[in-house]
């Protein structure tokens, strides 16, 4: 797996879970770091050398820090195969795409970062969009937590596109609680409007019935295999964002996951128009996977 440093002063949330999945999976880790100072690209400024060695000192100082982070990490103790690497670069998603790509790496963990910059994409909006591999987005909000996966289906449509995805979210989900021991868990947000709720136009209560009925054959046909009761099951009504964190919040679960697609954010499949709040608000890990 591939763990994306933050950056020196910041809680190292991504490395702490990429360790701890590690001692579960036995996998391997590269801990990398990026760094970059516009000032090494300023031609018309500074001479080769003058850019070269600015480059040269920062990488210098970065290497040495990510390998007195990453023994601190790992507390003295012998653990798996970590290798720590240290990348000049300013395009850390088209980097990580790359990478991932080549050598077939099987996971990406980052913490998860928030803008409300208008005019700048954040970095984990880059990654969900370019990144072939699930990519783990740890959060610092994360309370203490049960021994619980939640799984976010989307079960708005019924075509076979949106149901491969749901396949994935489960089976992705399932991997994670096998090796941390936790408890699977599903959800399908039923998304109704606030506003004829208030108004008592709708029965949410009806509608939510209706809603589950309609669906129930389609979601047997995902959930079986993964042997998810009925009880573990649940059918929240509201905002998509809002009520998966709400419900994860409630079940106190260490990980959500969620199926994202390959064209951009706002059409994710799973979590909708309310990505930026799912991953904003969040309380827990969650893990986006890609069909």
């Known amino acids: 797996m591939l763990v994306i440093m933050d ?15 590690q001692d579960a999976t036995a996998a391997r880790v590269e801990a990398v770091s990026f760094c970059w100072h516009p000032m090494a690209a300023a031609l018309d400024v500074l001479e080769v050398e003058q850019r070269r060695a600015i480059r040269d000192a920062l990488l210098k100082k970065r290497k040495a820090w990510l390998r007195q982070c990453v023994d601190d990490a790992q507390g003295g103790k012998a653990g798996g195969e970590i290798t720590r690497k240290a990348v000049w ?25 928030y803008s409300r910059t208008l005019l ?17 987005l740890t959060s610092a909000r994360r309370r203490k937590t049960a021994k619980v ?5 989307d079960l708005s449509r019924l075509d076979r596109a949106h149901q491969h995805l749901n396949g994935m979210v489960l089976a992705s989900a ?3 609680a096998e090796r941390t021991g936790a408890e699977l868990h599903c959800a399908y947000v039923i998304e109704l409007s606030e506003v004829l709720r208030d108004l008592d136009v709708i029965d949410a209560r009806q509608a939510r019935k209706k ?25 929240p009504i509201g905002k998509v964002g809002q009520s998966l964190q709400f419900l994860a919040s409630k079940l106190k679960a260490e ?3 969620v199926g994202t697609a390959a064209h951009p954010i706002r059409q994710t499949l799973g979590i909708g ?6 991953l904003s608000r969040a309380a827990c890990d969650v893990l986006a996977v890609r069909p």
């Open 174 to 176: 399932q991997a994670f």
């Open 211 to 235: 809603a589950v009925a309609t669906v129930s054959e389609a979601l047997e046909g995902l959930v079986a295999p993964y042997g998810i009761a009925k009880s573990r099951r649940h059918f």
């Open 120 to 136: 700048h994409t954040p970095l984990d909006w880059q990654l969900l969009r370019s990144c072939t591999a699930p990519v783990l």
């Open 7 to 21: 950056k020196p002063k910041h809680p190292q949330t991504a490395l702490k879970r990429a360790l701890a999945l």
């Open 89 to 113: 670069t300013d395009d850390i998603a088209g980097w990580t795409t790359r990478a991932v790509e080549k050598r077939g790496i099987d996971l990406v963990v980052k913490s998860v970062h």
């Open 273 to 278: 128009n309310s990505a930026e709040r799912v």
């Open 149 to 153: 996966v939640l799984a976010a289906l």
């Open 255 to 257: 990980l959500l996951v």
